[in-house]
């Protein structure tokens, strides 16, 4: 049974920061791309971050040069630092999973649960 567990969410006010971590299980993970997503009522779950099996990384260009994406293959988790943090970075941010390379859009195979993430002007 695959499983991502995120963690790390919370308040912080403007200009600062936070790291989610997803914790996966149940998945060779070291094989998967995996990465972030964000979501706010009423709107469409939109891409943040992807770390591809091969070590390549992307960013939506919201977020460029303010958060960074990380993994620790031994310990099956990956990371998102966030810098920087403004009050449109608020949402509801999801871990996902996909064999190889992480989509950018809602195909990928596995989700977490998602961690609420609130910057406060």
């Known amino acids: 049974q695959v499983q991502l567990v995120e963690s790390g969410g919370g308040l912080v006010q403007a200009g600062g920061s936070l790291r989610l971590s997803c914790a996966a299980s149940?998945?060779?993970?070291?094989?998967?791309?995996m990465g972030w997503f964000r979501q706010v009522p009423g709107k469409e779950r939109e891409f943040v971050a992807a770390?591809?099996?091969?070590?390549?990384?992307n960013y939506a260009d919201s977020v460029r040069g303010r958060f960074t994406i990380s993994r620790d293959n031994t310990k099956h988790t990956g990371y998102l630092q966030m810098n920087s943090l403004k009050p449109e970075d608020t949402a509801v941010y999801y871990c996902?999973?996909?064999?190889?390379?992480?989509?950018?859009?809602?195909?990928?195979?596995?989700w977490g649960q998602g961690t609420q993430v609130t910057a406060s002007s």
């Open positions: 996902a999973a996909r064999p190889g390379r992480l989509a950018s859009d809602a195909s990928n195979k596995y």
């Open positions: 149940g998945l060779p993970f070291s094989a998967y791309g």
């Open positions: 770390s591809n099996w091969s070590g390549s990384t």
